[in-house]
């Protein structure tokens, strides 16, 4: 694309940063994400900043991306908080899931986190805290999904 002078825009950023955290390159997303103002001319939307969460979670670096949110100019919304609660899942890390589910009981999110967090927690034994999650949202309502033809 850039041979043939044509620049990435915002949507294709997304795509390549995605396609990298997928695909295992880790560094190959981290050099497009660093070059998207300077040699792109894109800002970096939240849409980057969760793709890049993504990136590094799916690669097992949660403590990496952890500093990555706490260092992002924008607030971090539900999505990026579960990219990284999805990544702590898989690498079975309690510590920086328990860190993930402060914040979002911090925004008072309601959603299916919560059983992703509890699902963390019953893997490292911890059941008080599975009894605990599982009453704070026992009386919470999952808005139905939709989708149109």
């Known amino acids: 694309m ?6 990435p825009d915002t949507v294709i950023l997304v795509s390549v ?3 990298c955290g997928r695909n295992g390159l880790v560094e190959e997303g981290i050099k497009h994400f660093s070059s998207m103002r300077t040699v792109y001319g894109v ?3 939240l849409h980057h900043y969760c793709c890049m969460v993504d990136l590094l979670g799916r690669s097992g670096r949660l403590a990496e991306a952890k500093s990555f ?4 100019p924008v607030k971090p919304d539900l999505m990026v908080w579960s990219t990284l609660l ?3 899942r898989v690498y079975d ?4 899931g328990q ?3 402060s914040k979002i009981r911090e925004e008072n999110y309601d959603s299916g986190c919560f059983a992703t967090l509890s699902n963390i927690r019953a893997n490292s034994g911890d059941w008080e805290a599975v009894e605990k999650i599982r009453k704070s949202v026992k009386g919470v309502k999952k808005e139905p999904g939709w989708s149109m033809v």
């Open 2 to 7: 850039m041979k043939r002078g044509v620049k």
């Open 17 to 19: 940063l995605s396609a």
């Open 43 to 45: 800002e970096p939307t």
């Open 69 to 72: 949110i706490e260092g992002m």
């Open 86 to 88: 999805a990544a702590c």
């Open 93 to 96: 890390d309690a510590a920086i």
């Open 99 to 101: 860190f993930v589910e």
